[in-house]
């Protein structure tokens, strides 16, 4: 966990000065002059949290301190010289844009803990959130998350979540912060190549303001504005009480509900978080200032063990993203077929053909077997047509002839009876002229062709 401070001009009385430097010095990362501007610091100290977001680990950046000291101001910033939030909106798109291995799916959440009350900052309804304890750490039920796809859509939701914050004006401050506000960044990533080795993660980032410390002294509080700063007050020491704990590491059970601010920070301040806070002074009292410097060291010495958040897919899930990823092939082919064929081929034949040959190889395989088979079948069954075709044409000469032959047979059968019934009966005639006194001197006979 890193810590970094933030100075004013003049926030040194010469009471307690040279102590002060000396923490400074001794135990915080980095101490940055009012002069630097807001997007230095968040190069310099914040930006590789930001990356680190990008690669599934969770990260956490946060501002403490008193009243009127600027935190509202590096968090969130303005239209002339944006905070941290702002600025996280652009890098996390800038990267995500950049990606050429992984695919991004980002969403935002914008919640404020005003008297120990949760409520969601994206929606009008006034319903008071819980907090819900499950097997990924503590989140918020019904916390309103928006899925964004641009930095104008991220930032018109912060705009949206500022307007309904609660402010209100003190003796120490014209735009005092009531409430502890938590916007955060949900970032899920996948590889664009479903069979890509490297893991789905997810992660989130999340940047607070949280409302200053007061002194009744100074902010002349009464009515509602004391009684929203004893619930601020009463928080702020239970997150001291808990940066405390968890510095001294003893390996013991630290328990975070004493508020609802250090159960919703449990799980990044004391294990599965990159954490940086950002103390911010000014010229307040000594004591004020000394505690928000003894903070930054105490939380300096918190160990944490952030890990990727890794999604575990098995066999099935990576078959349905193949799935899914040859679908949206076939929709952007069949787009580019109605546009130009010429440039679909171009363009999509390679990484289409390849994928679907990676998930659906086999099937592939026995297809093109099956269809060998079928044209072969094809081949054979056209080749038996043509051979039965030629058969029966040879059949039906063959039969015609056979009907001539067998009609020409008949016709001879014919003219045989006949010439046997002649014959006959000239035999019968020349008996009768043997037998019978009568002399016949000449007999016609029917010729050769006749017969």
Known sequence: ???????????????????????????????????????????????????????????????????????????????????????????????????????????????????????????????????????????????????????????????????????????????SSRSHTLFRISIDSSPLDPFSPSPATFSHLTLIDLAGSESVSRTKAEGVRLREGSATNKSLLALSGLIQKLSSNSGKHVSSRESKLTRMLQGDLSGNARMSIVCTVNRGNYAETLNTVLFGVKARKVKNSAKVNIVMLDASAKYQIALQEIQVLKEELNLLREDNRQVRLMMMKSAATEQVYMLEHSEDKAKEEFSKIVDNLNRINEEIRKENVDLKMELEDKASKLVKAENQIMELSRAIVEKEQQLEAVESLKNSNMNSPVSYTHLTLPTNREV
């Open 1 to 175: 966990m890193g810590s970094t401070k933030r100075l004013n001009p003049s926030m040194h009385s010469d009471k307690g000065q040279i102590h002060i430097r000396y923490l400074l010095c001794a135990s915080i990362d980095k101490v940055y002059a009012a002069s630097a501007t807001t997007a230095y610091i968040f190069v310099d100290a914040i930006e590789s949290l930001v990356a680190s977001a990008m690669g599934g680990v969770n990260a956490t950046v946060f501002a403490y301190g008193q009243t009127a000291s600027g935190k509202t101001f590096t968090i969130r910033g303005n239209d002339a010289c944006p905070g941290f939030i702002p600025l996280a909106i652009e890098k996390v798109f800038k990267e995500a844009a950049e990606s050429k291995e992984q695919k991004f799916k980002l969403s935002v959440a914008f919640m404020e803990l005003y008297n120990e009350t949760i409520n969601d900052l994206l929606t009008d309804t006034a319903e008071k959130l819980e907090i819900k304890e499950g097997a990924g750490g503590m989140s918020v039920k019904g916390l309103t998350s928006v899925e964004v796809n641009s930095v104008d859509e991220a930032v018109k939701l912060l705009k949206e979540g500022d307007a309904r914050k609660r402010v209100a004006e003190t003796k120490a401050n014209s735009q």
